[in-house]
């Protein structure tokens, strides 16, 4: 079942805008409490109070769900701008530790990564969020140019990426957990790639 | 439903082999051709001549049949020993890029990272084939220290993480093709950590 209307954005503050607050709100909840194999239409029906035909007309189902509470949940957080690119790396790494090792703000992330899996609408969803959040990140690499910290020549989102690559993989490859302390040797070894050239350019691999 | 002995060993060369053997086989078919969502005990059955209730008695399941095909293709391929640190990165790499570029080859460990997020039997599977994976090519960092490449203070499993990590990351949560070029630039940023001694000791941070 597709979703030919994206819920909830008509007439913000009447029954269609309040009814999506209250099934994005009830999926929070769902996915928190059981996680995404435990996430049902039926359940987040009856905790919204949202008649479950409207849910599955509006949303088509659990993907839809959860996609639209990825889309509800990007909250444009501001990019850390602490004056120095180090230290920038460390909280965008910290952010990532943060909210995945807290169970409601992670429990949103958490489904789409396995929505995606099996799920074509999950994936684009996922793909789309973090192109935007490595993209926005990028900001971290321009400030730093512009400080001369950096010269010109760096592909911004492979420093921004190779931040977040080894976490996600501990996290949703390995299992392993992560922590500052993983975040700092994850920040370390972006520093030490940006500064041998690594990333230099648009993505093309240095000539060893 | 568990899984109370292993499957296939005893009495190697009779019929319960013969059996695993089929079965295995059968699984690979299935997969490389239907992927993980399109994997049942049923088609497995059939393909493999052997009975249907057979199969859910040693195997449990899909998950099942899943985790024991990943261990009759864990097949001890030697490590890289090419003389050089980076080289051997780089066919590390190069392992990984070949294994999921390859629809047949990859599709066992492409269905176990799938499988390892709703079943925990999966999931362990996965974690110890890349805690052995990731140990024997450690190897390769023991090798380069033997050489003089590194000096002796170096977390070998931390390095080839660092090789498999970006590459996991863009196959299962961005969906980013990876290719040689990927690999290389794996490799150079693993090496300018190494080099710059993010890697040194025993997974700790560097004090920066």
Redesign the interface.
Known sequence: VGVTELPGRRRPGGRTARNRAAVVAATLVELARHG??GLSVENVAERSGVHKTTVYRRWGGVDGLIVDALDAADDDRPVPDTGSL?ADLRALAYEVVDTFGDSVRGAVPTAV??A???SERA?TA??AF??DRHGRAAGVVARAIARGELSGSVDAA?VV??V???L???L????ETVDR??A??VV??????V??G??RGQ????L?
Chains 1, 2 share one sequence.
């Open positions: 995404y194999a180090e990564v396995h995606a899996f099996h994936a996922l793909h973090l192109a492979a990426r190779s977040t690559a080894p996600y993989f501990r949703f490859i390995t299992g302390e993983v700092g040797q370390a070894a972006t520093l030490a790639a500064r041998a690594v990333y993505a093309r691999p240095p060893l």
